[in-house]
């Protein structure tokens, strides 16, 4: 028997519609920005809050690939880091789905949302934000990722399995 299906419709990835979760990353009109290196670039100044440092973390810099997946798509998981902030930025022109619910102690599954994000988008997800692992759409893509690297003790990894609620995307 199939569970009840909560389909969550795809938004826009913009600043605005995003700020309950974090930032939004991108070069534009709207981030600060002046020339550097005597005028041949641009400096597009503090895109995104990094908030790493509780408990002793520090900032630490990865690349993930992520694994395209086929919509529709039930999701399986959602997580957050109480600890730390984690920005995604693609390194790919691919567009992806970014999945997330409000920063809480405990998932609230009737608030997920989910954006689609366009070339040249990244995210930074605030401490505590509960959101999906990375979701490519086309291809395989790689990711540069702000994080927080610390201690193996420190608890920064909240998972929540969410198969059997029902929620699907595209």
């Known amino acids: 028997m199939e569970t009840n299906r909560h389909p969550i419709r795809v938004e826009a990835l913009t600043a605005a519609a995003f700020a309950p979760f ?8 709207a981030a600060r920005q002046f020339s550097i290196n005597e005028g041949f670039a641009t400096r597009f100044h503090d895109l995104a809050h990094i908030d790493v440092l509780d408990q002793g973390g520090r900032p630490i810099l990865n690349i993930f690939r992520a694994t395209p997946r086929v919509l ?3 999701l399986r998981v959602m997580e957050r880091h109480p600890l730390g902030s984690q920005a995604f930025m693609p ?4 567009p992806y789905l970014v999945v997330v619910a409000p920063a809480s102690p405990t998932l609230v599954p009737e608030q ?3 954006f689609l994000a366009q070339a040249g988008q990244g995210v930074n997800y605030a401490k505590g ?6 979701i490519a759409t086309e291809r395989a893509s790689d990711f540069l990722v702000v994080d927080r690297g610390g201690r193996a003790e420190d608890h920064n990894l909240d998972e929540v399995d969410v198969l059997a609620l029902g929620y699907w995307i595209g």
Do not use: K
């Open 72 to 74: 529709p798509m039930q």
């Open 22 to 29: 974090g930032d939004v990353i991108a070069v534009g009109d």
């Open 112 to 114: 997920i949302r989910c």
């Open 91 to 94: 390194l790919s022109s691919t």
């Open 129 to 134: 934000t509960w959101h999906h692992p990375l």
